[in-house]
């Protein structure tokens, strides 16, 4: 469903991304891992349309998100870290209006909107202004938001940044009772959010690609967290000689599966 094959971003004589390449299928939710300024979110604005590459390709369910942009857009539902909310709107009039935007019709955007507002839980704040609501609430506003067109790609930048333990359990439930057979890709610094929801695992560092792999594959004995500071290698406490025997029971769970 989403193919990236050699993309890169330049700014000047920087180059954020460099030439990573990865794939997640219908049905999967893929966690996109990495350090600060490793260059996930960069890679997630390129993916939805939002920025464009430097070089390389992005398709979305066979639509080149350069060559044919509005058409593979409307493929996706996207929620960036900070939940693009118009706060001085009625959450029922925010997505009523996104849903015009996004294509929705006429006929269809209140059964739309009742739908997404069901979904994510939003049924006594429906009449409540954006603005006024807690963070979490927020966070479902901008899923809704995202879910409003019925996409069969999701990209979802950080959902739970900032909320406490409840709201990320609840948000969590929700991300997983979405998949059906959609494509979510999770961008999160917080690993066991992934161990909890995802299927497959990218980890980025440096703009490049350190692993790829099935969650269900690491070996036994081995957490996410280990697999990811030995993928990224720049942590003080890890040495090269504990990261390589690390990535190598990886590599030796992927062969004998």
Do not use: W
Not at 224 to 241: G, P, R
Request: charge should be negative; hydrophobic fraction near 40%.
């Amino acid at each position: 469903m989403i193919e990236v094959k050699d993309l890169t971003k330049s700014y000047g004589n920087f180059v954020a991304v460099k030439g990573i390449t990865f794939r997640a299928a219908s049905g999967q939710i893929l966690g996109f891992l990495g350090p600060n300024g490793a260059g996930k979110t960069t890679t997630m604005r390129i993916i939805t349309g939002f920025m464009p590459a430097s070089s390389g390709t992005v398709v979305i369910d066979g639509l080149d998100i350069f060559a044919n942009s509005l058409e593979a857009r409307r493929l996706i539902g996207y929620l960036p870290e900070s939940p693009p909310l118009y706060t001085d709107m009625r959450v029922d009039a925010y997505l009523r209006f996104v849903a015009k935007l996004r294509g929705v019709r006429r006929a269809e955007v209140e059964d739309a909107t009742d739908h997404v507002i069901q979904v994510c839980g939003l049924a006594e704040m429906a009449r409540r202004i954006c603005g006024q609501l807690s963070k979490g609430y927020r966070q479902r506003v901008g899923l809704a938001q995202a879910l409003i067109h019925n996409p069969p790609v999701l990209v979802l930048d950080e959902p739970t940044i900032g909320l406490d333990p409840r709201q990320i359990h609840e948000i969590r439930d929700l991300i997983r009772g979405l998949t059906a057979q959609r494509t979510i890709v999770l961008s999160t610094h917080i690993l066991p959010e992934v161990s909890q929801i995802c299927d497959r695992v990218v980890i980025i560092n440096d703009g490049q690609i350190a692993l790829e792999a099935q969650l269900s594959e690491l070996p036994a004995g081995v957490s996410l967290e280990e697999v990811f500071l030995a993928a990224i290698t720049k942590e003080d406490h890890l040495t090269e000689q504990d990261a390589e025997e690390t990535l190598e029971k990886v590599g030796a769970g992927h062969s004998s599966t």
